[in-house]
């Protein structure tokens, strides 16, 4: 089956702990992107990969850090969260091309206390 | 102006009604004009997509884009306790695969 799985899905810690959420995709997507959402301000995106090794802001990125070392992998890393990063975090996943649908993953709610 | 704008809502509606979703937009550059469906504790799906002027119909579905207005519809027939849920316009910037979301709209059907 084609999917976008987001481990965890529900996380809660403390302010300055190093997180790790993690994004693996099973469809060999170039395009893979990571997004908050947030009531009252939608989807947001955080940062997003072209391709292996090519990974660029989106539209919040501070806060926050992605590596692209496999095509399939997509990891979204939080250094020292901070409690206006709690929020809804959504991976995605697509072929190239502005038309393409993209496949998102069933979220990671992360609280920081 | 922000690029995309959604009436939020919530939407409350009866069983049987039909339904009517809007969003705007600025830029006329878009080209592609996406309806995302997102059930709760779910991730996004893309439920409809169009590329020109027009409606364009999938089952109880409709899409209405109107290039001229910069506004874009999605109508739901005949809609059922199964379409609750929170749809979404998406627009790809410029053709890329950066997609500019509205806010969403929470719609429930009432049985």
């Known amino acids: 089956e084609a999917q976008v799985t987001q481990n965890p899905r529900y996380l809660i810690t403390v302010t300055g702990k190093k997180l790790t959420v993690t994004c693996s995709q099973n469809?060999?997507?170039?395009?893979m992107s990571w997004y908050r959402q947030d009531p009252g301000l939608g989807l947001r995106q955080i940062y997003y990969?072209?391709?292996?090794?090519?990974?660029d802001k989106g539209d919040v990125p501070e806060g926050y850090k992605v590596s692209r070392k496999e095509k399939r992998n997509f990891p979204l890393i939080l250094e020292s969260p901070s409690p206006n990063q709690t929020s809804l975090y959504f991976c995605?996943?697509?072929?190239?091309?502005?038309?393409?649908?993209?496949?998102f993953g069933d979220g990671t709610r992360l609280s920081i206390l | 102006q922000k690029e995309v704008e959604q009436d939020p809502g919530p939407l409350s509606v009866p069983e049987g009604a039909i339904v009517s979703l809007n969003c705007t937009y600025s830029?006329?550059?878009?080209?592609?004009f996406m309806w995302y469906r997102q059930y709760s504790r779910k991730g996004p799906e893309l439920l409809m997509y169009?590329?020109?002027?027009g409606n364009k119909e999938d089952g109880r579905f409709t899409a209405q884009v109107d290039k001229s207005s910069k506004y874009i519809s999605l109508f739901i027939r005949d809609s059922q306790p199964s379409d609750s849920a929170t749809y979404l316009c998406?627009?790809?910037?410029?053709?890329?695969?950066?997609?500019?979301f509205g806010k969403g709209m929470k719609l429930t059907v009432n049985p």
């Open positions: 998406a627009l790809p910037q410029g053709g890329s695969e950066k997609l500019v």
């Open positions: 990969s072209m391709n292996v090794e090519v990974t």
């Open positions: 995605a996943s697509m072929k190239p091309g502005g038309h393409q649908p993209q496949h």
């Open positions: 169009t590329y020109s002027s």
């Open positions: 469809m060999n997507h170039e395009y």
């Open positions: 830029n006329s550059a878009f080209q592609y």
